[in-house]
């Protein structure tokens, strides 16, 4: 399997990931998020849940953050398989910045988009208490998402970063294209049953 590379956001960002929340910041670029390049690994010592499933709804709304004029939209993903982690429940509702609140919309770049009805795999943070119950956010942004097609329905599954809105730093490999699904996943499992020294 090809090395598979994800992202945490650099000091250049929009947008950071901190302590399983998302925080704005100053903006870095109009055109697109600057990140740094992780490996799957990396990726998933970090996602406190790994999940493979189909996309059932989404829903915009605005943060309910005292004073935020911010969209966000709450994907709810119906779980085909927990990879890595133990939550229990049919569902796991993700939410990502940007969205469409009547005529009033917002776009991030880097913030992962999704499509109902896709399968995805995706790598989370913890959940976080929020006014409409626990959401969690994706690792690494749009990285933390990989999307699976197949060819046909006999076909093996694929997965693929979509990475529009991103730029890296020189030098880092960031899309490895289309990856084996089954190799996807057990490389994360992998890591998962790894021994972990002190994050």
């Known amino acids: 399997m090809a090395p598979v ?3 945490m956001v650099s000091m250049r960002t929009v947008i950071a990931v901190l302590a399983g929340g998302v925080v704005a910041l100053g903006p870095a670029s109009s055109r697109a998020m600057v990140m740094e390049a992780l490996s799957v690994p990396e990726m998933s010592r970090t996602a406190d849940l790994v999940v493979r499933g189909v ?5 915009s709304r605005y ?5 935020s004029h911010r969209i966000v939209t709450d994907v709810t993903v119906r779980v085909s398989e927990r990879v890595v982690g133990r939550e229990s429940g049919p569902d796991v509702v993700v939410t990502t910045l940007g969205g469409v609140v009547e005529r009033h919309g917002q776009v991030v770049p880097g913030s992962p988009r999704f499509q109902v009805g896709e399968e995805v795999v995706v790598f989370l943070h913890p959940p976080r208490v929020t006014s409409v119950g626990p959401r969690r956010a994706v690792v690494g ?14 076909a093996r599954a694929v997965a693929r970063q979509s990475l529009r809105g991103i730029a890296f ?6 899309d490895p294209g289309d990856v084996d699904l089954d190799d996807l996943l057990r490389a994360v499992r992998s890591e998962a049953a790894a021994p972990q020294g002190p994050r």
């Open 63 to 67: 943060e309910d953050a005292p004073g």
């Open 141 to 154: 942004l749009a990285q933390g998402v990989f999307h699976v097609t197949r060819a046909s329905p006999a």
């Open 5 to 7: 590379r994800s992202g």
């Open 55 to 59: 996309v059932v709804a989404t829903a």
């Open 169 to 174: 730093p020189k030098g880092d490999v960031v």
